[in-house]
């Protein structure tokens, strides 16, 4: 098989967006067209003010200024982008589904089959179609019945290629990858995919870093490593609960623990809980799998990470309103911090969310700062929350009556009774708490999400402070 020099991506967002920048940096003669059916996002990614690409990464924007309309090409044309392709990315969204067979549990495909359907209507001649999106197992066999029950005329051969890089490390973690992926069918189509796709990656990550399995493997490693992640989070919040019911410190616990080389001291930080499109969705994927294939203990066993999240979030909204006299009504609380982590501006799933409905509906007054997330994200990501809860539109806009978005920690703590901070962004270490406590209501609350802020430190400045699991 010839050198591929041609490839597009369906789908602009945190995925397609920069990897398919570093594929475009790391290779100067591979053509690289990224399509959305968002014109906005696409827009946004043409604008000359990088500081307003749609995806916030650190290191993304000198990437683009480098490369954006010499061989990276963002757009709507999806007829011409896929038709021109010799190898298509599919990296669009896979929600859970809302509605319909397997609701709150199954990813809703819908994205995924659009996207075949649209290779399969514009392509002339064959194509190797790579899966980036995280998916189902064995959702490559319904792509390739799409493709060739739409298109027989052209051969088209499926891959797994899933993405493994987090959000706010994005870039470092494209260049210095742990491991790629890649899965294919095991005939003689499949390795010359597979073999092309090797090709682009080692034009920067060292071949013993490439991992090539059968295509079902591959599907199924990337919801695996998920819920493994995920799991080490539920496992330290859960020891955390326990740690402040018998004067044991979880940083301590988690220092002592994680220094075993068996386990490891990386994701092992207690937290409010986690977030982020993925975890949560991966993980519900997983054990709807496990449901399906009547593997009943396998499912709860995963479950029960999901419910130690929304535990670990719930439990940190209740000791909020114990500690203020067992009542929030008309005090107002600053929340620090959106974003479901520090370094990027997205806050799908954001534990912000849930301990910011915890307190409306306990009758506080919410002001919330976060340097990165725009004030139309934060109010969508509430409405959102509550359409889903289907809270009726009157309470929601009396919610939203007691939303105040500020452009700075100090003005968002000003007259507060307590502080939440439930991002880990460096500005809330260093800004001069000083200040902030002279502005607070007494006593001055500090709930510290993330045990990101010297505790010490803190209550000698006359704070009484929560931190998660001390
Ligand atoms: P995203 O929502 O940021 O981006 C998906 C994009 O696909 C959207 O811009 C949407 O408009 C576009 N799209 C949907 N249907 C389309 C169509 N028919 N034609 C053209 N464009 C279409 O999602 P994301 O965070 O980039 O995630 C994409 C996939 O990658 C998901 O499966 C996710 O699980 C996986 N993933 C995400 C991350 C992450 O950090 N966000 C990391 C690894 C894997
Ligand atoms: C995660 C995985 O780390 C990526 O490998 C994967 O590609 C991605 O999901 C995906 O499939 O979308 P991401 O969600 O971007 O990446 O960020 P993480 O660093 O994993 O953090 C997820 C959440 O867990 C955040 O809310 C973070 O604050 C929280 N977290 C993380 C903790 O509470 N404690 C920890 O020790 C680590």
Redesign the pocket.
């Known amino acids: 098989m010839d050198k591929i020099k041609k490839i597009c991506c369906?789908?602009?967002?945190?995925?397609?967006?920069p990897t398919m920048a570093v594929i475009a940096l790391k290779c100067p003669n591979i053509i690289v067209n990224v399509?959305?059916?968002?014109k906005d996002?696409i827009n946004k990614w043409n604008s000359n003010d990088l500081d307003d690409l749609?995806?916030y990464e650190p290191g993304l924007s000198e990437i683009i200024k480098k490369v954006r309309d010499k061989n990276l090409f963002f757009s709507c044309d999806?007829e011409k982008g896929i038709s021109d392709a010799e190898m298509i990315f599919l990296?669009?969204?896979?929600?859970t589904k809302k509605y319909g067979e397997g609701k709150g549990m199954a990813?809703d495909l819908?994205?995924?089959e659009?996207?075949a359907r649209?290779i399969a209507k514009f392509s002339k001649e064959s194509k190797i179609v790579v899966e980036?999106?995280?998916?189902p197992v064995r959702t490559a066999e319904a792509i390739e019945k799409i493709l060739k029950s739409e298109n027989p005329s052209v051969k088209f051969e499926v891959i797994s290629n899933?993405?493994?890089?987090?959000?706010g490390t994005?870039i470092k973690d494209l260049f210095k990858s742990d491991r790629v992926l890649i899965g294919g069918h095991k005939t003689i189509r499949g390795a010359e995919a597979v073999n092309a796709l090797v090709e682009i990656y080692s034009n920067w990550i060292p071949n013993e870093k490439i991992i090539t399995t059968n295509v079902w493997s591959s599907e199924l490693s990337?919801l695996v490593s998920?819920a493994f992640l995920a799991q080490r989070i539920s496992s330290i919040n859960s020891i955390s609960a326990l740690c402040e019911s018998t004067g044991a410190d979880i940083d301590e616990v988690s220092k002592a623990v994680g220094k075993d080389k068996r386990i490891g001291p990386e994701f092992l930080n207690a937290s409010v809980g986690f977030g982020?499109?993925?975890f949560q969705?991966?993980i519900l994927s997983l054990v709807y799998l496990c449901k399906y294939y009547n593997l009943r203990e396998v499912a709860s066993y995963w479950e029960a990470v999901i419910k130690i999240n929304n535990y670990q979030r719930n439990r940190f909204s209740k000791k909020i309103i114990q500690s203020l006299f067992g009542s929030v009504s008309e005090k107002k609380i600053c929340i620090l911090g959106w974003s479901f982590k520090k370094n990027t501006n997205?806050s799908?799933e954001s534990s912000a969310i849930v301990v910011s409905n915890n307190l409306l509906e306990n009758g506080a007054e919410i002001h919330i700062y976060d340097p990165k997330v725009e004030k139309e994200r934060i109010v969508s990501d509430m409405n959102e929350y509550w359409l889903n809860q289907n809270i009726k539109t009157g309470l929601i806009n009396e919610y939203l009556s007691r939303i105040k978005i500020l452009k700075n920690s100090k003005d968002a703590a000003k007259g507060a009774s307590a502080v939440c901070v439930l991002t880990e962004w460096e500005e809330f270490i260093t800004i001069d708490w000083k200040l902030i406590y002279k502005s607070m209501k007494r006593p001055a609350w500090i709930f510290d999400g993330r045990n990101i802020l010297n505790g010490e430190f803190l209550k000698n400045l006359g704070f009484e402070i929560y931190q998660i699991g001390k």
Request: with cysteine.
């Open positions: 369906i789908g602009a967002g945190y995925v397609g967006g399509l959305d059916i968002n996002k749609p995806v999806i990296a669009v969204n896979t929600p990813i819908k994205y995924v659009d996207s649209l980036k999106s995280t998916l899933p993405e493994f890089l987090a959000e994005a990337k998920n982020g499109s993925c969705k991966d997205d799908r």
